[in-house]
């Protein structure tokens, strides 16, 4: 069974400045992994995995000194983005297989630091609803809604 729960958050700056540096950085992973994809797939070689994808792209990428931001935000909003795009190709070869209902899909495409539709995936490790009526999020804090 899945849960899907949506709130209006009110961060605060700081909140603020930790929530977009998520999205930046699940924008960023998606990206890198994409363009890891579609080199293998022009290469001729077989199809990435998830976990290859992880090791590389985040684990490895956290080690160094141009991506060491990445280590800032939590690791699950870095899996989730990764498994987003599985989600993604998924759907496209479903879709060109003819095995998906509804609306011809196309290939993932690049995410934009312009387009305000940002968004974040967490699972249930990355969040907790609290008593008092604000919801932690992990290396965010407890946020208002």
Not at 4 to 12: F, I, M
Not at 39 to 58: C, F, N, Q, Y
């Amino acid at each position: 069974m899945q849960l899907r729960y949506n709130y209006r958050a009110c961060p605060d700056a700081a909140q603020r400045r930790a929530l977009a540096q998520a999205f930046g950085c699940a924008r960023v992973v998606w990206n890198d992994c994409l363009l890891y994809r579609k080199e293998a797939h022009a290469a001729g070689l077989p199809h990435v995995k998830s976990a290859d994808l992880s090791r590389l792209r985040i684990t490895q990428a956290k080690r160094t000194e141009e991506r060491a931001w990445l280590a800032d935000v939590s690791a699950v909003v870095l899996q989730q983005s990764i498994r987003d795009l599985d989600t993604a190709y998924k759907s496209f070869i479903d879709s060109l297989r003819g095995k998906r209902q509804g609306r011809k899909v196309g290939p993932p495409r690049y995410k934009s630091k312009k387009d305000t539709r940002q968004s974040i995936r967490l699972n249930t490790n990355a969040f907790c609803l609290q008593e008092n009526g604000t919801v932690y999020v992990a290396k965010v804090g407890n946020l208002k809604v």
